[in-house]
Structure formats: structure tokens, C-alpha cells
């Protein structure tokens, strides 16, 4: 099983990166090892002048990242909220593609530095899933209060967001291998 899961947040002193780094280490665990991180940090996407596919643009990274999420079997995307919303580096990561998430499941993790964890983020993530043609995961990950949830090395010290975060690795896992047995079904 491919997981990629999609870093939304470019900002410096970003806290929501160590919590994709956990939920990779996380389905790692799990026995999906080939999961891999796709930090849009790195990336430095320009705002969408047209998709990619559409022209000869050779913007740095797309191809890159065309191909990690054409090879993914199921995607997370993990964004903290701003105003109400996920971040717009992620939105516009997003819309460079379209085939790449067809009928794939979508995790969505959200953080926030309050007590409700990025909860109007995770919604909006996850309409923008079912806009894409994919598989949103019902159970969402919502990560709260996040600048004490980790350590200054980056290690979890958040107990209750360790079982969140082991409920949404199997919860993840469950639906992915289903919609991965249907798909095995109807090639047969």
C-alpha cells in the first residue's frame, strides 16, 4: 500500500509538519512502509497559471510530484487552519492536478493552536476531497493545541493525540484496503 501524505503548510516555524512526520512514522508501523511525506514547503509552487498537462510549463517539483501522487494507492492531506479554512499552498497544490486523485481515499488532517483542532479546516478538506472524485475518510484527525503536543526534537508528548492518531492510522488503513480490494475485483 502507497500512502503520500501531502504537507500543507509552508510557513516558517511551522508546528503541523511534525505531525506529518509522526503519521508517517505511524503507517510505517502499521506495515504500509512504503508511505511517503510530500512537503509543499520544499516545492515553492507558483500561484496556478494552468494545470499540469496543459503546456510545456516545466514549473520545478511537478513532475515530482505528478508522479508521487499518480503512484499513490491513497492520499493524506494534513493542513493547519487559517481563517476558518486549509491553507492555501495546499489548494494550490491541489489544483495543479485532477486524474491523480480519482477514486482514491483521502484522509484529512487538520491542526489548529486552539482547543478545536482546526475543526472548519478538516471540513473544507473535506469537500474539496468529494470535488476531487475521491474517497473522503469519515473519521478525521483533528490536532489541537499543537505547539505543546510535540517536544522541541520534534518526539509526540501528547498522549490522547497518540491514540487519536493510532484510531486514524487504522481507521485510514481499513478503508484504503477496501477500496483497494474493490478496485482488485473489478480489474479481474
Known amino acids: ?27 510505517k508501523q502499521h ?4 508511505t511517503q511525506i510530500i512537503d509543499l ?9 494552468e494545470q499540469y498537462g496543459e503546456s510545456e510549463n516545466k514549473i520545478k517539483g511537478l513532475d515530482d510530484i505528478q508522479q508521487k501522487l499518480d503512484q499513490a494507492d491513497a492520499m493524506v492531506f494534513l493542513s493547519p487552519e487559517y481563517h476558518g479554512s486549509y491553507s492555501g499552498a495546499l489548494k494550490n497544490a491541489v489544483d495543479y ?8 481515499p483521502i484522509g484529512v488532517v487538520a491542526v489548529g493552536a486552539g482547543r478545536l483542532g482546526g475543526i472548519n ?52 488503513v481499513w478503508l484504503t484496503d477496501a477500496i483497494l480490494d474493490k478496485k482488485k475485483k473489478e480489474n479481474q
Open 1 to 27: 500500500m502507497n500512502i503520500l501524505i501531502i504537507s500543507g503548510s509552508v510557513r516558517t516555524g511551522r508546528k503541523s509538519h511534525d505531525v506529518a512526520v509522526e503519521l508517517a512514522k505511524r503507517f
Open 31 to 34: 506495515g504500509c512502509s512504503s
Open 41 to 49: 514547503a520544499t516545492y515553492n509552487l507558483p500561484v496556478l497559471e
Open 97 to 104: 492536478f485532477s486524474a491523480e486523485f480519482k477514486r482514491k
Open 121 to 172: 479546516a478538516s471540513t473544507e478538506m473535506q469537500q474539496l476531497v468529494l470535488s476531487l472524485g475521491a474517497y473522503p475518510m469519515p473519521y478525521k484527525l483533528l490536532v489541537s493545541n499543537v505547539q505543546y503536543a510535540f517536544d522541541e526534537k520534534g518526539e509526540l508528548k501528547d498522549d490522547q493525540l497518540s491514540k487519536s492518531m493510532d484510531k486514524f492510522v487504522t481507521e485510514f
